[in-house]
T-cell receptor
Framework: GNSVTQMEGPVTLSEEAFLTINCTYT??????LFWYVQYPGEGLQLLLK?????DKGSNKGFEATYRKETTSFHLEKGSVQVSDSAVYFC??????????FGPGTRLSVLP | GAGVSQSPSNKVTEKGKDVELRCDPI?????LYWYRQSLGQGLEFLIY????????KSGLPSDRFSAERTGGSVSTLTIQRTQQEDSAVYLC??????????????FGPGTRLTVL
């Protein structure tokens, strides 16, 4: 079946550090890939997405590239801020099917 | 605003009682999803409604859990004979349900259920 694996957290970084959160997936066919973010006390919201191989999703300085050959969709940001502290969820969806979410990675950015 | 709303925001109940959780999706969204998020855990898929199609119930953890969606809009998740392990945040999301892969989910704020 379809599944998503994320690096275990928590991840703790200093402000302005480089961030990578790894995400790999298992799916038949060609799913769409998503990163969702959950800020403290708030609901989940879409951060970025990519719908086909080699697509790059980007938003708020975050980027992720759909790599079909490595079945990965790693999240990166060049310089994190304290306000980026949140839980990040990688997800996939095949057309007509439900979403499959990873377990989430908690990021804490220290000033 | 016209986002996804859920009620109640918090529910405390006694073990063995039944509870109903409500979700109002964004108007015009044909797809509706229920998830469960336990403390420190990821999202656990429960059930998925898409238009008039039969729902995907593959994520419901036991027959104590059921959900319905009336008129293609509001959905109710019912948990019968609640157990302490049912304590979690129950999240609802909706999407346009458009064909293809560009469907974005919009999440509600969740209902925090505590079973004593």
């Amino acid at each position: 079946g379809n599944s998503v694996t994320q690096m275990e957290g928590p991840v703790t970084l200093s402000e302005e550090a480089f961030l990578t959160i790894n995400c790999t997936y298992t799916a038949t066919g060609y799913p769409s890939l998503f990163w969702y973010v959950q800020y403290p006390g708030e609901g989940l919201q879409l951060l970025l997405k990519a719908t086909k191989a080699d697509d790059k999703g980007s938003n708020k300085g975050f980027e992720a590239t759909y790599r079909k050959e490595t079945t990965s969709f790693h999240l990166e940001k060049g310089s994190v801020q304290v306000s980026d502290s949140a839980v990040y969820f990688c997800a996939l969806r095949r057309e007509g099917q439900n979403f499959v979410f990873g377990p989430g990675t908690r990021l804490s950015v220290l000033p | 605003g016209a986002g996804v709303s859920q009620s109640p925001s918090n529910k405390v109940t006694e073990k063995g009682k039944d509870v109903e959780l409500r979700c109002d999706p964004i108007s015009g969204h044909t797809a509706l999803y229920w998830y469960r998020q336990s403390l420190g855990q990821g999202l656990e898929f429960l059930i998925y409604f898409q238009g008039n199609s039969a729902p995907d119930k593959s994520g419901l953890p036991s027959d104590r859990f059921s959900a319905e969606r009336t008129g293609g809009s509001v959905s109710t998740l019912t948990i019968q004979r609640t157990q302490q392990e049912d304590s979690a945040v129950y999240l609802c999301a909706s999407s346009l349900g458009s064909p293809g892969m560009r469907d974005e989910q919009f999440f509600g704020p969740g209902t925090r259920l505590t079973v004593l």
